[in-house]
């Protein structure tokens, strides 16, 4: 698959290209329909027939339209977004064809239930009269013909765009069209084997349901429509408080046949975050998190899972690569809370507070702190009660020490040894501090200092 979709370019006949900036795209049934926008022209709806590209649109989606009805019920994907990508790849200029223009195309290239299916989706920019009148002109050739079946499909397909649609529901009604209405009345397998679309939309307007959803991702797989099969995952996972594992397998695999592993790890990450707690799921969540470099996210999943890989969690705070200024320290605190007697959440505070106190204050992290019972609590207690104390800056230092926090504990050490001019310890400190912050010349000169009283006081 080519690089993220930011832009796709459009043009009418005969006029240069315009860029529009790709905003989201709705999955509704068989279309899809990306929203995006010129700084200048405004908002276009770039309208999509499974894959085929059909036609742009300025315009702004009318109240109950089939438009309007996309975004409100349909899978709306954000960008950037992988399906996004695969829909523009490769990238290439989308030709604006007038209505007029798109059905003479689409009647030589499609059927004319899909033709009428189409036509019904524009009913933002199209009235529902010619919408009618052309579904009329495919339904009396089919009556002509003889072919009562395929006639009484245009009705059916008119009125699942247009429940409304007087002239559809009379003639579907007629005692001409009864036998082919059985299948509809009838179960599932008979009404998908006469009508394919219809079975499609119904099942999508049930897809929350377990037998449509499962018939739904059935048919789209023996169509290969892998996308529309993704986007109703998404979907489900964004909306099922608890997804079932076979869903998820069925999930993954689709995912490892079309996606790399960064665009697995943006999938899995927007829809199934709050979902996927345990087992495989988390594990391929954690996985494509990091190898996407996504640490925070990975430690994250981690902290929200309710059988936590402590070993793994230490090894992630302990990366170098680990930017802590990303990391949730609200989900942190609460997990630390949480797991407050497990001995391995004292070795993690010991990795993340040093990290805090590199882009928060002490105050700060103090007050993040106060909440968990730990050693590093009762210490930053101590230290809090240390600031101003001059009979306490020996222990402030050790303590600023331990959180590397070198530079405090300098200070404070020096102050030591004005009070007490005569201790060893704050030259000692001092010494010790100044060779782990690698400063080597001046660990020697405290060094030297220390020998010095050392000899002073054997004499």
């Given amino acids: 698959m080519s690089g993220h979709t930011e832009y796709a370019s459009v043009a009418q006949s005969g006029e240069k290209p315009v860029k ?188 929350n349901t377990e037998p449509s959803f499962k018939r739904l991702q059935k048919l789209l797989a023996e169509q290969n429509r892998w996308m529309d099969q993704t986007a109703l995952y998404i979907h489900y996972f964004k909306k099922e408080e608890d997804p079932s594992p076979e869903y998820y397998e069925a999930f993954a695999n689709l995912l490892s046949a079309h996606f790399s592993d960064r665009e697995r790890a943006i999938i899995l990450w927007d829809s199934c975050k709050d979902q996927l707690k345990e087992g495989r799921a988390k594990q391929d969540l954690i996985d494509a998190l990091l190898s996407d470099h996504r640490l925070e996210d990975a430690v994250s999943v981690l902290i929200g899972s309710e059988n936590c890989d402590s070993a793994k969690l230490l090894s992630l705070l302990s990366s170098p690569d680990m930017d802590y200024k990303k990391l949730d320290e609200e989900k942190l605190q609460s997990f630390f809370i949480a797991r407050q007697k497990e001995e391995a959440c004292g070795q993690m505070l010991g990795i993340i507070v040093p990290n805090m106190l590199k882009h928060r204050d002490f105050t700060s992290v103090l007050n993040w702190l106060l909440p968990i019972p730990s050693l590093m609590t009762e210490n930053f207690k101590k230290m809090a009660a240390y600031q101003d104390d001059p009979e306490q800056q020996l222990e402030l230092g050790r303590l600023y020490h331990e959180l590397k926090q070198y530079q405090k504990a300098i200070d404070c050490f020096s102050w030591e040894m004005e009070l007490n001019p005569s201790s060893p310890e704050p030259v000692q400190c001092l010494s010790k501090t100044y060779q782990e912050m690698g400063m080597a010349h001046e660990a020697k000169a405290y060094m030297s200092i220390l020998h010095t009283m050392q000899k002073a006081s054997s004499s």
């Fill in 20 to 207: 529009l900036l790709v905003k989201r795209l709705a999955f509704y049934n068989r279309m899809r329909i990306a929203e995006a926008v010129h700084p200048e022209k405004g908002t276009y709806y770039l309208f999509f027939y499974q894959n085929q590209f059909l036609t742009g649109k300025q315009t702004t989606p009318k109240k109950g339209s089939m438009l309007s009805r996309a975004f409100r019920k349909g899978t709306v994907l954000d960008a950037p977004h992988p399906l996004i990508d695969a829909l523009f790849s490769p990238p290439q200029v989308l030709q604006l064809k007038t209505v007029t223009q798109l059905f003479k195309a689409i009647s030589k290239q499609l059927s004319p239930q899909e033709t009428v299916y189409i036509l019904s989706q524009f009913d933002s920019f199209i009235s529902k009269e010619k919408i009618t009148e052309a579904a009329k002109s495919f339904f009396f050739h089919y009556r002509r013909s003889g072919q009562f079946r395929m006639a009484h499909q245009v009705l059916i397909t008119l009125l699942d765009a247009d429940p409304k649609n007087q002239w559809a529901h009379d003639l579907s009604q007629h005692m001409d069209y009864l036998k082919y209405r059985k299948p509809y009345e009838g179960g599932y397998p008979e009404m998908k084997a006469a009508d394919p679309l219809h079975a499609e939309v119904l099942s999508r307007k049930k897809k």
